[in-house]
């Protein structure tokens, strides 16, 4: 089979390809020169959307309602789209083999693409706890959540098990809101985690005091400090029991799993070079080989603010990196610079009413201020990072499309600290002043 030529090719058809489309068009893409490789069967989406609105009982959020890119507030890109600007949208075709010698791509059932220029955007994958062995894993009802399939299995289940047990095995991001969305739909929800508090990546024991304060007011129990070893399940092969390791045994019906992800890289592996676990590139997402960029999740780039090579598996960078990296490819074809890419990093999360978001580096000192009662009607509370003085990072619960400006400019601009008592006091005022 002959192989199919692109000017340029995004490999991934995840947030991240998405939005490199988009740039592409905007840039006047030709009609036959972009393809989008992906191994989903639907055009690119608001991955977020997945752990949020799409598990809610009503189930309002379907798809073509989350295409990106709404997300940002942008223009929803439906397939239709992609082929009025003669892009090529590949989709059900995974990528099992990678040549960036001879610029080919090959898929599962044998058919080869080739490109000139080529954007890795495969995102990350989840860790399974079946990786590790864990006796039992492969039980039915236990559900990891990353891709559209996996939200669809999990929707299912849910409306199979209604009322019945579920257990949250992990405490990140996927475990928090998977907890709240399970507890909406009327489940009985425990979450396990080994930590002492949950999201500590990001979270300090006083943030997550409340958020695990919250989740026990909407009946959800917590399990900290041990881990599931094992899974008991019935004669038709459904998960019936979580085993922790303390001992105890918890019923289940459902069991979603949250353990975190890993970067998907391995089809480039001693092709191009490597760092932390991802794809090295500058800050203009190029790779160590010429004409290949790497972008998204999988990106290991230069994060300019904080003089550090750091992998960002957020929305936000997935969005900006893609666009920063077309507007590279562009530029380098018409002998223009454009700025390196300079990032303030920003995460967020919603779970039952709350919202929050995060901006700047988590490192150093802490301070708390504001509401942080989980009973209060209208929590708003935050954290500020202090490091050499200055104020780095920034988190707000609850705050208004302002507030999360002002907490965000802070974590840009890292005004000195001061006292650090004062600062407690002050709490929001202090950002809105800068
Ligand atoms: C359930 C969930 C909720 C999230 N919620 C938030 C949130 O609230 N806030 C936040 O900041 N971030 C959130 N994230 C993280 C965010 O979605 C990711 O950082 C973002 O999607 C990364 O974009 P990406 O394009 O790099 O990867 P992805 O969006 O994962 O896209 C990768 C694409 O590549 C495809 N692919 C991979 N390998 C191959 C191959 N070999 N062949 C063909 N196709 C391939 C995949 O199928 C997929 O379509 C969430 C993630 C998940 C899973």
């Excluded at 001879?102 to 495969?122: E, H, M, P, R, W």
């Amino acid at each position: 089979m002959a192989a199919k030529h692109f000017k340029y090719l995004i490999l991934g058809g995840g947030v991240a390809a998405g939005y490199a489309a988009r740039e592409f068009a905007k840039q006047g893409v030709k009609p036959g020169e972009l393809a989008v490789i992906s191994k989903e069967a639907v055009a690119p989406y608001e991955r977020p959307a997945l752990s949020k609105a799409y598990l809610f009982p009503q189930g309002t959020a379907r798809l073509p309602g989350f295409h990106v890119c709404v997300g940002s507030g942008g223009e929803r890109l439906l397939p239709e789209w992609y082929t009025e600007k003669g892009i090529e949208l590949i989709l059900s075709t995974e990528i099992v083999k990678a040549d960036v010698a001879s610029k080919t791509l090959t898929s599962a059932s044998g058919a080869a693409f080739t490109y000139d220029i080529l954007i890795i955007a495969t995102g990350s994958t989840v860790i399974r706890l079946s990786d590790f062995g864990v006796q039992g894993a492969d039980a039915n009802n236990i559900f990891y959540l990353r891709e559209i399939d996996d939200a669809d299995k999990l929707v299912a289940a849910i409306q199979a098990k209604k009322n019945g047990k579920a257990v949250i095995v992990g405490g990140g991001y996927i475990g928090l809101e998977l907890g709240a969305a399970l507890r909406i739909n009327n489940l009985d929800v425990t979450m396990v985690y080994p930590e002492p508090w949950c999201m500590p990546r990001l979270f300090t024991s006083g943030i997550a005091a409340f958020y695990e304060g919250y989740y026990a007011i909407k009946g959800i129990k917590i399990i900290k400090g041990t881990v599931a070893v094992g899974f008991d399940s019935n004669a038709n092969g459904d998960v019936t029991a979580v085993k922790l390791k303390d001992g105890r045994v918890l019923d289940a019906d459902i069991v979603v799993v949250g353990v975190g992800g890993r970067p998907l890289a391995a089809l480039f592996k001693g092709q191009v070079v490597e760092e932390k676990g991802g794809i090295k590139t500058d800050g203009f997402f190029r790779t160590s080989v010429p004409g290949v960029y790497a972008v998204g999740d999988v990106a290991t780039f230069p994060l300019k603010l904080y003089y550090e090579m750091r992998r960002v598996e957020h929305v936000d960078h997935a969005r900006k990196s893609a666009e920063q990296a077309v507007k590279a490819i562009k530029a380098s074809e018409e002998g223009k610079d454009i700025e390196e890419y300079d990032y303030l990093p920003y995460f967020y999360s919603r779970a039952f009413d709350l919202s929050w978001q995060f901006y700047g580096d988590n490192v150093g000192d802490t301070v708390l201020f504001g509401d942080n009662n989980p009973a209060s009607a209208k929590p708003k509370f935050g954290s500020y990072w202090i490091k050499d003085g200055k104020v780095v990072g920034a988190f707000l619960e609850g705050g208004s499309a302002e507030e999360n400006k002002a907490i965000a400019k802070v974590a840009k601009v890292q005004p000195p600290a001061g006292d650090l008592e004062q600062l407690t006091k002050e709490g929001l005022t202090f950002a809105c002043k800068i």
